[in-house]
């Protein structure tokens, strides 16, 4: 689906809804698990995409290779991501090298393949404006919604800087009451 009047930013994903698409087991687990990388990892696709199984133990490590910023990123697997991961890895072959394995063997799922696929997903739960990146700013703007520092934000995107972080953090009515209350006289 395309992005709609937010100057090219992909749409946020309420965290209930999250959570739906995530306990959907009418979407099959590759797909669950490539949603829950995606968001997990603050991931982008073209990264999720080339994980290797083999990058994967208590943290993800996208490789240089594969980021924008070609920097070589850590990412610690949460225990929600763990319990995913290890059911779908069950189900792969062990001669598999790719986690999203695309139609010829030992190559990597391809980001439009993940990306209509996510496109479909986004249509059954009448979601306008999202694309692989709204996970990416789901999870930065939920944690800073829920107090993580910028400093651990930063550290799990990967941004170079504070000013690209920012640009992914969507500020709501409510945070900026809080922030007002803060204030108050």
Do not use: W
């Not at 069950?90 to 030992?106: D, H, I, M, W």
């Amino acid at each position: 689906m395309p992005k709609i009047n937010r100057s090219g930013k992909a749409e946020i994903i309420n965290k209930n809804v999250l959570k739906t698409i995530l306990e959907d087991k009418s979407i099959n687990i590759k797909h669950r698990t490539l949603i829950s990388t995606l968001f997990f990892t603050a991931g982008r696709i073209g990264e999720v995409c080339q994980i290797k199984k083999n990058e994967i133990g208590t943290h993800i490590t996208f490789s240089s290779a594969t980021t924008k910023m070609k920097k070589t990123r850590q990412v610690l697997v949460s225990l929600q991501l763990r319990v995913l991961l290890d059911e779908y890895i069950a189900t792969l072959p062990k001669e598999q090298v790719y986690l999203f394995s695309g139609r010829e063997p030992n190559t990597p799922y391809s980001k439009d393949t993940a990306g209509k696929i996510l496109d479909k997903i986004f249509t059954k739960y009448g979601l306008v404006g999202c694309s692989s990146h709204s996970f990416r700013r789901s999870v930065l703007t939920h944690a800073h919604q829920s107090g993580a520092s910028l400093a651990d934000l930063q550290q799990l995107s990967g941004h170079s800087s504070l000013s690209s972080l920012q640009q992914y953090l969507q500020c709501s009515d409510r945070a900026q009451e809080k922030v007002l209350s803060l204030v108050s006289l």
